[in-house]
């Protein structure tokens, strides 16, 4: 044997971890499961989409249980170690996420299951608590007023100041978006912000020329 090898089982066996029991590997990932839950319920209780995504929701549990296994997996071997980083180098993920508070979501999994895989598990709960709180917090915060849409039909398109007119009486911000005229008819698509909605849409239904009126809320950004 020379001295190469020598070498080579010692650099391996010095990065070789036997004290990872069945035990250990158990109770790293059922303390990982119940952090795991309660992103879970966090994200259930906090999350605002139309179609609340169940599948997702389960995917940030699982990603967090993986992601310490594989952990556990890098420190029981640096042979393992190295093939992880090749065999994960290959990974390509298509599916775009969307929604910001997704990504938080989802790192916050990676985060947890990295800290308690590195046997670190207060820095997982404290974490945990940590951004709890200030997504509660920043959630509650005072904001601008979300704008809504207003969409006129109008039967002729000289109508379109007496509208504004009526439109500046009920808003102190008005904007026209969009405005569409084809045989002599006019559509008006405008952002508006209102405190009387209600007596707003009725005042300029009563407007002469006046075909229809819709009013729509909608989650875009808010303009101040």
Request: with cysteine; hydrophobic share 50%; aromatic share 10%.
């Amino acid at each position: 044997m020379g001295f190469s090898d020598i070498f080579k089982n010692s650099f391996l066996t010095s990065y070789t971890s036997d004290n990872i029991s069945v035990i250990h590997i158990t109770a790293v990932l059922l303390i990982t499961c119940l952090i795991a839950c309660y992103i879970f319920f966090v994200y259930r209780l906090f999350t605002r989409k139309t179609f609340y995504s169940r599948t997702f929701n389960i995917s940030l549990a699982a990603v967090s249980v993986i992601t310490a296994a594989i952990i556990l997996a890098v420190q029981a071997s640096i042979v393992i170690s190295l093939g992880m980083v090749g065999a994960l180098s290959i990974v390509r993920f298509r599916t775009a996420v969307k929604e910001p508070m997704d990504l938080v979501f989802l790192f916050w999994s990676i985060a947890v299951g990295i800290c308690c895989g590195a046997h670190v598990t207060e820095i997982a709960v404290v974490l945990s608590a940590l951004l709890t709180i200030l997504v509660i917090v920043l959630d509650r915060l005072p904001v601008g007023r979300a704008p809504m849409i207003l969409v006129v039909n109008l039967a002729e398109g000289k109508l379109e100041p007496d509208l504004m007119k009526k439109v500046g009486e009920f808003c102190k911000y008005y904007k026209i978006k969009s405005r569409n005229i084809a045989l002599g008819k006019c559509n008006l698509v405008i952002e508006v912000r209102s405190a009387k909605e209600y007596d707003m849409v009725q005042a300029i239904e009563g407007l002469e020329g006046v075909e229809s009126v819709s009013l729509i809320s909608h989650d875009g950004e808010v303009t101040f």
